[in-house]
């Protein structure tokens, strides 16, 4: 059976100078790059991570250093590093008392993320900091059973649709292909009610209502 896969999640890097109106941006961008990879659900703690990542490294080794923003896939965790060039200046977990202006940051980092470290190397440290998800592979889906069970259904549609490009065998379907399976299942379902007597209309009203709850359960619905 074929499988559909999101947007691959590719590793990515991106060189920035690390100042203080730059963070809203490298947070915008890891909103978008989390929405492509399908792990909307994770936009607000990996965006408090490159916050005080960042914050750090303006803080303690200077603003305008040359840094370097890193995500990638360690596994099914979501992985954020920032590298800049200073291996002194190194993070550490402070408790700060609750009228303290700083010292928060990794502690935060520490609250949301299932672990965080540092690496050193000849000419520059690296911290990073891994977030959990809900994923069974890499490049597997997030949403749990619905969204395995969507993919089944629709790569049955798209093998139907197209049977000489599937009859190699096994691969990975692209998402506009699988958009178009995904219209043809509900098209086709609707045909099926109204042969046998069902209100079409009804049925997807309560189908965008289902939609809707599961949606906003799961944290999709910004």
Not at 152 to 180: F, H, K, N, Q, T
């Amino acid at each position: 059976m074929a499988h559909i896969t999101c947007m691959p999640r590719t590793p990515w890097d991106l060189p920035f100078a690390a100042e203080p109106e730059e963070v809203a941006a490298l947070r915008r961008i890891m909103r978008i790059h989390l929405k492509c990879w399908g792990l909307q659900e994770l936009t607000d703690a990996a965006q408090l991570c490159v916050t005080e990542l960042v914050s750090n490294v303006i803080t303690h080794v200077g603003a305008g250093t040359p840094t370097t923003l890193a995500v990638s896939m360690s596994g099914t965790r979501l992985r954020i590093e920032v590298h800049d060039p200073d291996t002194r200046a190194l993070p550490t977990l402070i408790q700060a008392e609750a009228d303290s202006e700083g010292g928060r940051g990794m502690a935060l980092v520490e609250a949301v993320a299932e672990r965080w470290g540092v690496q050193l190397g000849e000419d520059r440290k690296v911290t990073w900091c891994e977030l959990a998800t809900n994923l069974t592979s890499p490049n597997g889906h997030s949403g749990g059973a619905q969204v395995a069970r969507a993919e089944a259904i629709l790569g049955l549609y798209a093998a139907a649709a197209l049977p000489c490009a599937m009859s190699e065998g096994p691969r990975a379907l692209s998402v506009a292909v699988a958009e178009d399976a995904a219209i043809d299942v509900i098209a086709d379902v609707l045909l099926w009610l109204r042969a046998h007597g069902c209100d079409a209309d009804e049925a997807l009203d309560r189908a965008q209502m289902h939609f809707e709850a599961e949606a906003a359960v799961s944290g999709d619905l910004r």
